[in-house]
DNA sequence: CCGCAATATTGCGGGATGCGCACTTTTATG
DNA sequence: CATAAAAGTGCGCATCCCGCAATATTGCGG
């Protein structure tokens, strides 16, 4: 649980196993389509017994989605390090938008089949929202640090959490719908601007 | 069993056995814990063969899950037939509240059984928040009509349907929590107002 | 540098699941 | 009433998830 006093090379060689195995399972469901993938396969592409698998995440899906919960956690992170001035929704945007590179930067194209994998298969997306959840539950003990409010009494930091939340996964589905390609950051931008603006209908025209 | 007279109605047989082996799962993991409950054993209790469970639900959580997205589906339904002139939020808000009884009503406590299985369950959790994902695009659709966007190309009308679904959520959870019980329709009311109104962070002291 | 204790990995095995396939029963239609 | 369509059923298999116990590896104190 606590990660602090470990001597830290022991700690260091599980995560990197548990690493390549996330990845491995990413590359094969990838390339070969998730139905054809047996956790044999992505034991064996990790150089470890199939056994061992399960000792790091008790599914394929779990596996595959556990790249994406590492990257949102960071999030929590990256919040904590914002200037304590700043208003609260300027952190938030500059934050969630830090995770998925720069402005007018590569779409990284291990990065967008892995998005379109997890987003097209069905048995993927219960684990993927999970695994998002349990982010948004970091996200908002951060919050709550942050505008002085208690994860436990208030509604207000895990509702923060969970509509940053949804604003990540939309802004995704729709950057990866967009037909002439949309910067993801632009689309998590604008969703976070319409948040913080009480999500205005439109003026439609 | 009760074979329905009127003609054509094979499908509302179907919906009834579906129905029997959503309720007879949910029941079942209640009182002796999801672990414990086999298909064999839900099959059973609803009067069918272990193999035609799996016709209707592909999975133990997908059962327990179902009757909470059939709940949630009418909210798109409901908004459509709310008054065009009304404020989108108003509307949002009193649609929401409305499938989980009147402010000062009853609990429900097969209800609250349920939440606080699914809830409290992680390998129902994937499966409720992919239920509710589901249940979130319809309600973009009938969001996209009112607003005159275009669930394809704005990202507006998934926007608001999955904050309303953060906000769903959250309340729900927040409402197991309480100690001094809060009525659920208050605490909805609560976050839907906090979204239309931009999240501010609350003038803590 | 060595042996000991803690921890990680592995193999085995069983219970349960999800589903394809073919067969039987029920229901609707002409 | 005959017959086709659709739902329910039984069987079997590939896979999965995990507990348990044995083994290998790692880190630490002497």
Redesign the pocket.
């Given at each position: 649980m606590t990660t602090s006093r470990a001597?830290?090379?022991?700690?260091?060689?599980?995560q990197q196993?548990r690493e390549a195995l996330s990845w491995a399972a990413l590359r094969l469901a990838v390339e070969r389509g998730l139905g054809n993938?047996?956790?044999?396969d992505i034991?064996a592409e990790a150089?470890?017994?199939?056994?061992?698998?399960?000792?790091?995440?008790?599914?394929?899906?779990?596996a595959i989605v556990w790249r994406h919960l590492d990257r949102v956690r960071h999030i929590a992170e990256l919040l904590r390090e914002r200037p304590p001035g700043e208003p609260l929704w300027d952190s938030l945007t500059s934050v969630v938008v830090l995770p998925f590179g720069d402005e007018g930067a590569r779409p990284d194209p291990e990065w967008t089949a892995g998005v379109r994998l997890i987003l097209g298969q069905t048995?993927l997306q219960g684990a993927f929202l999970k695994a998002g959840a349990e982010a948004e539950r970091e996200c908002a003990f951060a919050i709550a640090e942050r505008t002085g409010t208690d994860v436990g009494r208030d509604l207000y930091p895990l509702l923060v959490a969970a509509a940053v939340g949804a604003a990540i996964r939309v802004a995704s589905e729709q950057w990866l719908r967009a037909d002439p390609s949309v910067p993801l950051p632009t689309l998590l931008r604008d969703a976070m601007g319409r948040l913080a603006a009480g999500l205005p209908a439109p003026n439609a025209e």
């Open positions: 001597p830290g090379h022991r700690e260091r060689k599980k196993t993938v047996l956790v044999e034991a150089g470890v017994s199939p056994r061992t698998f399960n000792n790091y995440f008790s599914s394929k899906a779990e048995e």
